[in-house]
């Protein structure tokens, strides 16, 4: 195992590269016209710019192999650029966006895992009986709605017209608490934050701004890890080991729980990996549409205002995450299921 570990991190970089290589490749289509934007503050300042001059000290005119290699030169002395949309480093941009889009994944993934997981069992348990109907009719139904449309029907319930939970991470009042010097900061997560500086009016502000997301996320990916539980646990019910379990006497409650639980939560491992790393790229537009200050709402905003430095920094990241939490999940796949050998 720990040889595979090894050549899955030595492959690391040849994926990051990729990646870049494929940004840098779409980048390159804008031209040095378009990519000039975003060194302008506003539309109204480009009368009064030096548009060619802000090319040549920029180098946007270079040949996309040369821009690209500088930046990789960047990269290994730790500068991933400047971001004009964010006002400061693209590390710092994603350092101070990344803990909020954490927490929001963090609080959603709970709920899927565990409610999705408890009604996928239930419905396959009790197969073409009502309780599987409905589950069914609801989980299609939530899967199939756009994450924007579902959002702003929460936003526009909750906040709209119950005035329960508001957009943004937290009010104007709660916010100025947190910036100033009595409250510590230890991992950027508000709720989090909060409890441990003893503030639960805080806490409770946080957390009521939270929600919207949080329901919007956790719902559509709910329905997803709902029905692959309840497909995975049908086949495992149809096995000879599970029929021959209900031959010998054995109860249906231990059947399921010793017999066709565990075995059915193999392939759902690796399908939990998937929908941890859909729901933070699914936060793009869920944060847009809360105005959750998170890494979504960072990147929507720089590719809007064709900020590609942090286009690109956010794009290294998210793909790091990814290949980390695939290398994770095969190792968890090889301890839960001992017929799987990593080679």
């Known amino acids: ?20 290589i494929l940004i840098f490749a779409l980048i390159s289509t804008l031209g040095p016209w378009t990519l000039v934007a975003t060194f302008i503050p506003s539309p109204d300042a480009e009368r009064h710019v030096d548009l060619e001059g802000i090319i040549r000290k920029y180098h946007l005119d270079d040949p996309p192999l040369k821009m690209y290699m500088r930046w990789v ?16 480093t693209v590390a710092e941009a994603i350092g101070n966006r990344f803990p909020a889009t954490l927490e929001l994944t963090l609080f959603a993934v709970i709920p899927v895992i565990i409610g ?30 756009p994450d924007f449309v579902l959002g702003l029907a929460v936003l526009m319930v909750g906040y ?23 409250f510590r900061s230890f991992t950027g997560m508000y709720t989090l934050d909060s409890l441990l500086n003893l503030r639960f009016d805080i806490f409770w502000n946080a957390l009521r701004h939270i929600i919207g997301p949080v329901f ?9 890890m709902l029905r692959i539980t309840r497909s995975s646990m049908l086949d495992v019910l149809n096995q000879d080991y599970v029929r021959t379990a209900r031959a010998k006497g054995l109860a249906e409650k231990n059947v399921i729980k010793r017999h066709a639980l565990g075995n059915a939560l193999i392939p759902v491992t690796t399908v939990a990996s998937n929908m941890l790393l859909g729901l933070l790229g699914g936060v793009m537009i869920v944060e847009t549409v809360f105005n959750y200050p998170g890494l979504g709402l960072l990147t929507s905003t720089a590719a809007t205002r064709l900020d590609v430095p942090c286009v690109v920094g956010v794009a290294l990241f998210y793909a790091i995450i990814l290949v980390l939490v695939n290398l994770v999940v095969d190792i968890l796949y090889s301890v839960i299921d001992p017929r799987v050998r990593l080679e």
């Open 216 to 224: 919007t996320l956790a719902c559509l990916w709910w329905a997803f």
């Open 73 to 88: 030169n960047n990269l290994f002395h730790g500068n991933l650029g400047w971001s004009q949309s964010s006002h400061m």
């Open 116 to 145: 999705g997981i408890a009604l996928g069992v239930i419905s396959a348990v009790h197969h073409n009986k009502p309780i599987d109907h409905t589950t069914r009719i609801i989980s299609i139904g939530l899967w199939s709605l």
């Open 160 to 182: 709209g017209i119950l005035g329960w939970f508001p957009p943004g991470r937290l009010s104007s009042w709660a916010e100025l608490e947190v910036l100033s010097d009595s």
């Open 1 to 20: 195992m720990l040889s595979y570990i090894v050549r899955r991190l030595m492959f690391l970089p040849v994926v990051l590269i990729g990646i870049t």
